[in-house]
């Protein structure tokens, strides 16, 4: 058998081993929505997942086998696709969990985690919608943990687009940024998707006539029932025509080197925090 962060395929005796060396598990969290007609609908999911597997290698190498990482399976679906950050739930192409699921969700997988033995978690989240949700479900799984007499787990919450620098920003958005939460089917997850998975992408279905208004102009509300207009006819909210394998490698380069240093902080060691 291969050597893997992976949960999936890893045997469980060498799960067991890791986790009695005090691992930390990585939990992804994704999504199933539509990227536009230039990308495969697993996106979040994927990324995350990979994301977290080359951050638990990072990690592993970083501490010199000090703090191992492992990745659990990803959750694959994902709260409600905001209008405002991810084309909106009423688009064809994206299967939404309710607030509850997805709650309920991470805490039932954090939880069997911790009765396996996992003290350190980092949920990675990898579609905008998500966050409070999982933060809900890693604080019922937590509170399930004290209530049972198991008091030294500690959660990290993170999403993996945080870690990209200012300057990492302003080298890949020349034109400027418009934020996060228009980058849905942008360039960073267009360019991330061409490194991790190519067969996933299609540049040449990126059809102008089809990819208009981007970046999206939405009201700074929102609004139910959704109207249906304000999503761009791609679906994507900013335009991934400037992405490229090498922007991949530069943000998961960034990404990876920054959470590392967080995770560090956060799990090597009582409060020993980075300066720099
Ligand atoms: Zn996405």
Excluded at 189 to 212: C, H
Aim: charged residues 20%; aromatic residues 10%; negative net charge.
């Amino acid at each position: 058998m291969k050597n893997s962060v992976f949960m999936e395929e890893m045997d469980a005796f060498t799960y067991r081993e890791k986790l009695a060396k005090d691992a930390v598990v990585f939990i992804p969290v994704g999504a199933l929505e539509q990227h536009g007609s230039h990308m495969a609908m697993c996106v979040d999911a994927a990324l995350t997942k990979a994301m977290a597997g080359a951050t638990a290698e990072a990690l592993t190498a970083d501490t010199d086998g000090a703090l191992e990482g492992i990745v659990c399976s990803a959750i694959n679906f994902g709260y409600r696709s905001q209008q405002r950050s991810g084309g909106g739930f009423h688009l064809s192409g994206t299967t939404s969990l309710s607030g509850t699921t997805i709650i309920s969700l991470a805490r039932d997988i954090c939880y069997s985690l911790i009765e396996d033995g996992a003290r350190k978690i980092v949920f990675m989240n990898g579609h905008y919608e998500n966050y409070q949700f999982i933060f809900e479900g890693a604080e019922l799984a937590l509170e399930k943990a004290s209530a049972e007499g198991i008091k030294n787990v500690k959660i990290q919450l993170l999403s993996y687009w945080d870690f990209v620098d200012d300057a990492t920003i302003q080298e890949l958005y020349p034109d400027g940024f418009t934020g996060w939460d228009l980058e849905h089917a942008g360039v960073m997850e267009t360019s991330l998707m061409l490194l991790f998975y190519p067969d996933l992408v299609d540049m040449d279905r990126i059809d102008p006539a089809l990819y208009t208004g981007l970046p999206a102009e939405l009201p700074n509300y929102d609004v139910l029932p959704i109207v249906a207009d304000y999503t761009p006819p791609s679906g994507c909210l900013s335009h991934p025509g400037a992405s490229t394998r090498e922007k991949g490698i530069i943000l998961r380069d960034v990404a990876v080197a920054n959470m590392v240093i967080a995770i560090e902080d956060e799990f090597s060691g009582a409060g020993d925090f980075h300066e720099d």
